[in-house]
């Protein structure tokens, strides 16, 4: 053997296993059209057999109008209507899941969610279940935390078995919060808090998933965040926008906040919550605030503070005396307003460009109308009605595909009229460029959010390459928004939970359009902001709760953190250990570690055995 072969085969023998992940898309929607076929068909012959036998003859075919509202039969009919669709509803609801709950417990059997590190660089079982468990249990959360009982959702994740919710606990809407998640009895979650039991490192790297653990009387404000294999105690109180790294131990009987989480003290959350020393002595009986000594204290501080005060306003007074006053009545709005827009939240859109929807949604609800006209012509109603499950998910997916065609035939006629161009434009009414841009943002806007509301909303990728992103079908968003022009995706690419990635952005006085770029195999985390003009390398990651700046490059193999993201380290996830696990105490802020089982196959173990001799050498 020559010395070159012997050289190829050392360097593959150092090469860490890449494998693509498994996403086994058939197997998704078989498990789709099972779990809503089966929770509408029930409720859908209910409601077509009350129509048809009572409502239709009865009210709808009365010879008088008026037999409606005084004879007793008719009358009945038409007041049970409502009670009619509610009960449909609740069935609909129930029978959700149910059925989610025996495919859960199918998938429970096959392979058993547990703690872990799961290496998403080697396809497993282990991986390949938590994927489909993931997918599996998004239908049944939207139904429920977008519908019209969204209080039910603890019911639905307590039947299922995704979650274990204690009594009285409140969990706003959000994006995760679905599974591998423990919560004592009444406790409270704010809206976009996030218990998240699993954290993607790269599309090479690891899925670490742990369960959660969150204790009796825990308030959780706006927008926190909890990493998994967390444990929050009772009575632990975060402040917004307070977030956990992996791991975590709060001891509780205490408030938290900032990232990384930290806990504040008695002082600290006066000043936040604006809480006046005489306040507590008239509620002695708030725990933590009995002692007479530090009362003393701070009412003797806020006595000093209020004289300092009045002496500084004096002051003020005489000095300004002889200045030009401002006569606040009369500055403008303008003079007054901070304007600080983005393309997916506009505060200034003028009416005559909303009047687009008008006739979108006519000609998309005639299409519907046609649908139904020509479903309901049959004369044998067994098949009407074993086929009204996908009658009712045909007309929807009518509805969006419709409403997407014509938007994008009117950005074709728009786009003949204006070319988009990227550049720094002034944002006021009266710039061709500011307008049209509105324009574009409004006609996409709706058609998108329709989609992503749909039982399917992963399939925005397919309304986001007809409006104009370059990218194909091996990349998606998980519930992230995203702009539709001069963006551009690789191959691979993950886009986390909440994430944005905007080509365009208004700041201050002006708006800023510029091309993103995403390599194959980035990843972007949960509630991170990709501004205009970022580049992204191949394999190059940002972690969660993460911006980048206009036009920042971030290099290939390389992940980034922060607000404004900076170089945190090599993308090596692939390489690193993944039997041991850092904790950290989050009262005592102290880091310790601890060894944990890979979560992986029996036949894949000695793959882990390889990467970690890899390492060594």
């Not at 080509?503 to 205009?532: H, N, Q, W």
Request: aromatic share 14%; proline share 3%; with cysteine.
């Amino acid at each position: 053997m020559s010395e070159d072969s012997e050289d190829n085969n050392s360097s593959n023998q150092n090469e860490v296993l890449k494998e693509d992940v498994n996403l086994q898309y058939h197997l998704y929607i078989l498990i789709f059209a099972g779990i809503f076929y089966s929770s509408w068909v029930i409720p859908g012959i209910c409601f077509f057999v009350y129509l048809l036998q009572f409502f239709l003859p009865n009210v709808l075919e009365t010879a008088n109008i008026l037999f409606v509202f005084t004879k007793v039969k008719p009358l009945l009919t038409f007041l049970i209507m409502p009670l009619v669709l509610i009960g449909c509803y609740l069935l609909h609801l129930f029978l959700l899941g149910l059925v989610t709950k025996l495919f859960w417990i199918f998938t429970e059997k096959m392979s058993p969610s547990k703690s872990g590190i799961i290496p998403r660089n080697i396809r497993s079982r282990a991986a390949n279940y938590y994927h489909i468990r993931s997918f599996m249990i998004k239908y049944g959360k939207n139904a429920f935390t977008k519908g019209a009982l969204p209080w039910l959702s603890n019911w639905f994740f307590n039947f299922v078995g995704s979650n274990k919710i204690g009594k009285g606990t409140t969990l706003e809407e959000s994006l995760v919060n679905d599974k591998f998640v423990e919560i004592g009895s009444n406790c409270y979650l704010g809206v976009n808090s996030s218990l998240a039991s699993h954290l993607v490192q790269g599309i090479f790297g690891n899925i670490s998933y742990f369960k959660i653990n969150v204790g009796n009387n825990v308030t959780s404000s706006a927008m926190t965040q909890i990493g998994p294999g967390s444990e929050v105690h009772d009575n632990s109180y975060f402040l917004p926008l307070a977030s956990t790294s992996k791991h975590s131990i709060i001891k509780g009987n205490n408030y938290y906040w900032g990232i990384p989480l930290r806990k504040i003290f008695r002082k600290k959350i006066m000043e936040y919550l604006d809480v006046s020393p005489q306040y507590l002595e008239r509620n002695e009986n708030i725990e933590g605030y009995k002692d007479k000594e530090l009362l003393t204290k701070l009412k003797a501080k806020e006595i000093s503070k209020t004289i300092s005060e009045n002496i500084s306003v004096n002051e003020n007074l005489i000095s300004e005396s002889d200045e030009e006053t401002i006569d606040i009545s009369n500055l403008s709005k303008d003079e007054l307003s901070l304007d600080f827009t983005t393309s997916s939240a506009i505060s200034r859109v003028n009416i005559k460009f909303l009047a687009v929807y008008l006739p979108i949604f006519w000609v998309a609800g005639l299409i519907v109308s046609i649908f139904w006209y020509w479903y309901l012509l049959y004369e044998n109603w067994i098949p009407i009605l074993a086929f009204l499950p996908l009658a009712i998910f045909g007309s929807i997916y009518f509805f969006i595909v419709a409403c997407i065609l014509f938007c994008k035939l009117f950005l074709i006629l728009v786009n003949l009229i204006h070319k988009p161009k990227e550049g720094i434009f002034k944002a006021e009414i009266g710039d061709k460029d500011f307008e049209f841009w509105m324009l574009r943002t409004e006609l996409k806007k709706i058609a998108l959010w329709f989609m992503r509301n749909s039982p399917l909303p992963w399939t925005d990728v397919f309304a986001l390459k007809l409006f104009g992103i370059e990218m194909d079908s091996s990349s998606h968003l998980n519930d992230a928004w995203c702009d539709v022009e001069f963006i551009k995706f690789g191959r691979k690419n993950l886009i986390g939970q909440g994430a944005s990635i905007m080509s365009s952005m208004v700041v201050g006085k002006y708006l800023i359009i510029k091309k993103v770029v995403c390599d194959d195999y980035i990843m972007v985390g949960g509630l991170s902001t990709i501004a205009p003009g970022t580049i992204m390398g191949k394999e190059s990651v940002i972690g969660a709760l993460s911006s980048t700046t206009v036009n920042q490059v971030l290099e290939s193999l390389w992940v980034y953190f922060g607000f404004p993201a900076i170089k945190l380290k090599e993308n090596k996830y692939g390489e690193e250990r993944r039997d041991v696990i850092l904790k950290r105490d989050v009262d005592k802020a102290k880091k310790f570690e601890m060894e944990h089982e890979v979560n992986i196959d029996e036949d894949k173990k000695d793959l882990i055995k390889i990467e970690k001799e890899i390492e060594k050498s």
